[in-house]
């Protein structure tokens, strides 16, 4: 299995954990958070939501620009990607700040974050595949907090999809934590 289609079949695989483990929770649960400064489930998956708005246009625009007949699968990661992707895995429990505009503590969310998280990754699904005609080691997007600095679709795909179980496990645990708290 390549690349694409790992990366394919862990996008479907969020899908399915935020249709199965969230959508039918109440919203006292979707919205409890375990402190003030950490996230909800909601909070975790508006967070993707922001990263979404930008990146899947981005990754559209260079997959779209991107010269025919380049098809590369596999991906080679630049220092640069390789620093993200291993900032990002989910196994990598050190926190990160995020970004005022990124940050959604404290929003006002409902069940709208989910119908709209479910819309990114199906974006996201569609890239995937069309990405299957494309040099996935060229066209350089810019990275969305500092956009002089910019990685290769390839590595622009990984980083959403591992940024994504990241914070899909993190929302997998506050559900935990609410449903101790809430429901006991």
Request: glycine share 4%.
């Amino acid at each position: 299995m390549n690349t694409l289609e790992q990366l394919f079949r862990a996008t479907q695989g969020l899908q399915q954990t935020v249709n199965s483990q969230f959508a039918q929770l109440d919203l006292d649960i979707l919205n409890y958070k375990p402190s003030p400064d950490s996230w909800s489930v909601l909070e975790c998956l508006e967070h993707l939501n922001r990263y979404s708005n930008y990146y899947n246009q981005a990754i559209a625009k260079a997959i779209a620009t991107s010269p025919e007949g380049m098809y590369k699968s596999e991906i080679s990661y630049s220092w640069i990607g390789k620093k993200f992707l291993v900032m990002m895995r989910p196994q990598n429990m050190k926190k990160h700040k995020t970004l005022k505009h990124m940050n959604p503590n404290n929003s006002k969310l409902g069940r709208e974050v989910m119908v709209a998280f479910q819309k990114h990754q199906d974006e996201l699904l569609a890239l995937l595949e069309g990405a299957k005609s494309v040099n996935l080691n060229k066209m350089a997007i810019p990275v969305e907090f500092f956009k002089l600095l910019k990685i290769r679709i390839g590595e622009t795909l990984g980083f959403n999809v591992v940024h994504e179980e990241r914070h899909v496990q993190q929302a997998l645990r506050v559900k935990q934590q609410a449903l101790k708290q809430i429901v006991a």
